[in-house]
């Protein structure tokens, strides 16, 4: 295992899948304690992995309290998330309601109860999993207007935090291989052919590439960068590339 210069203690949420878990492998690698927290269970975690639903906010509540007790976090990173497509016509405000609810509610949740120990030692790490499709993107009325919500905490929260010595940031992936785009667009499919069409560099991004830049932004390099949104999408969000 590759030692870091000091080891430190991360939160993730949505880690046993994804982004998450590349996460998750990635700092055990580093050296740091992972504590995850993630609906469904799974063998060979990198660390601890608490089994919630994270939609739940009365049982999320109750882990965080004893994780905040066992623990002491340098960090958390707010990856969890629900897409709930559907067309403008077909929006249910329950759908839309839930959507909400399961990105930002443990983000909140998660930030107030690691924030005072975080203050106490005046160091600490806070990064928002945001998306690509804030920008604009079709069936994503609920789930563009919960990462644009995490967008807009990320700098509220940066600004209330910033003589704290805690960082807060934003990473907004593009289309990446997890298994569940890939199972959603398989290859050769219409759905892989509308993604990459909107990719500069003409492929998907990989987990661990996602997973590296937030790494980053956990790291003691990032100290001086807060409030920002880092887009890690081959520059999908800048626009079309013209060949």
């Known amino acids: 295992m590759k030692a870091s210069s000091m080891s430190r203690t991360f939160l993730i949420t949505g880690a046993s899948k994804g982004i998450g878990l590349a996460l998750s492998h990635r700092l055990a690698r580093d050296g740091h304690r992972v504590v995850g927290m993630a609906r469904s269970p799974m063998d060979h975690f990198p660390g601890d992995l608490v089994c919630v639903d994270l939609g739940d906010a009365t049982a999320t509540a109750e882990a965080i309290e004893t994780l905040t007790r066992r623990f002491d976090f340098d960090g958390v990173v707010n990856n969890v998330g629900l897409v709930g497509p559907q067309r403008l016509g077909q929006v249910a405000l329950e759908t839309l309601d839930e959507v909400l609810r399961v990105n930002l509610h443990p983000a909140v949740q998660t930030v107030q109860a690691l924030m005072p120990s975080m203050t106490a030692r005046q160091w600490g790490r806070i990064v928002n999993i945001s998306s690509l499709t804030v920008l604009g993107s079709v069936e994503r009325t609920a789930y563009a207007a919960a990462k644009a919500a995490l967008i807009s905490f990320t700098r509220n929260w940066a600004l209330e935090l910033a003589r704290t ?29 509308r993604y990459l069409s909107g990719v500069p560099m003409a492929r998907f991004g990989t987990p661990d590439e996602i997973a590296a830049s937030i790494a980053f932004l956990l790291s003691e390099d990032a100290g001086f960068i807060t409030g920002q949104t880092l887009h890690v999408d081959g520059g999908a969000s800048i626009g079309k590339a013209a060949f």
């Not at 398989?186 to 759905?191: I, K, L, T």
């Open 165 to 193: 010595g805690i960082t807060v940031n934003a990473v907004a992936p593009g289309p990446t291989e997890t298994g569940l785009f890939r199972s959603n667009n398989p290859p050769g499919s219409e759905g892989e052919a």
